[in-house]
């Protein structure tokens, strides 16, 4: 029960803030020499993060709700849609690939460098005029915010810092560039979650314990993206740039 709890904070809390939650999935149980989640386990405790984000922009899923009714909620499904098929295409294609880099923790530690550095970089996003928000994307946005979250799926990159980056990167409102992040990655994390949850069931695997494990996940979910939205209007992602660029040079280091 334990240790499913610390896995579902774990997931939780590095879902959403820019930290990459599958790389600290990795390099947790490398570092402490425990055993480290399945693969299904960890897909499930996203459904827990799925949770949580739904329920944190409940108003927005309400308003995409109305596409048939409503243009411009029609036009945001648009392009939410055109900007998830490159992660869906790099999950197909590059499977057996991305699974073997979980066995290789030093790499994820470098691809956790790559994050620190990437949101080190966006600082000088900072210095623009960023006045754009989500209702202002177009094809060309979404294509380059899609292609940031398929870069994603390599353990130690984070998704939501490389999508917020983007956004960042095309003029965005942090705040705004945040929200159409965290509603790109709902489809992603629902069919992550769900698969694995089906898979899982089948095989007499979803116990009490992992139950617990998306119960906190979904609470540590809802608080971090409380805490960044608030981070990013007042310091931006530097300290995420330094946690990222400290905890993958000591996992070097150790490993």
Do not use: K
Not at 149 to 156: E, F, K, T
Not at 190 to 214: C, F
């Amino acid at each position: 029960m334990w240790t499913a709890a610390l896995w579902g904070l774990v997931q939780g809390l590095t879902e959403f803030l820019p930290i990459s939650s599958s790389g600290h999935l990795v390099l947790i149980p490398a570092l402490l020499e425990i055993e480290p989640p399945s693969l299904a386990t960890t897909a499930v405790l996203h459904l827990g993060t799925l949770a949580a984000v739904v329920w944190y922009f409940r108003s927005d899923l309400a308003w995409l709700a109305r596409f048939r009714t409503d243009a411009a909620a029609s036009r945001m499904v648009r392009l939410l849609a055109l900007a998830t098929l490159p992660a869906i295409a790099g999950g197909l294609l590059l499977r057996s690939t991305l699974e073997d880099f979980n066995d290789r923790p030093r790499s994820v530690a470098v691809a956790l460098l790559v994050t620190g550095v990437v949101l080190g970089a966006s600082e000088v996003f900072r210095r623009n005029l960023l006045e754009r928000s989500a209702e202002d994307v177009d094809g060309s946005d979404a294509a380059v915010i899609g292609l940031a979250q398929a870069a994603a799926l390599v353990p130690g990159i984070s998704r939501s810092g490389m999508t917020i980056v983007a956004g960042l990167g095309r003029s965005m409102r942090p705040d705004q560039a945040a929200r159409f992040a965290f509603l790109l990655g709902i489809p992603i994390i629902a069919i992550s979650g769900a698969a694995q949850a089906v898979e899982l069931a089948g095989e007499g695997g979803l116990t009490g314990s992992v139950w617990i494990g998306v119960a906190v996940a979904a609470v540590a979910g809802y608080v971090a993206i409380a805490v960044l939205l608030r981070l990013l209007r007042r310091t931006g992602l530097a300290v995420f740039s330094a946690y990222c660029l400290a905890f993958g040079t000591w996992s070097l280091l150790v490993l």
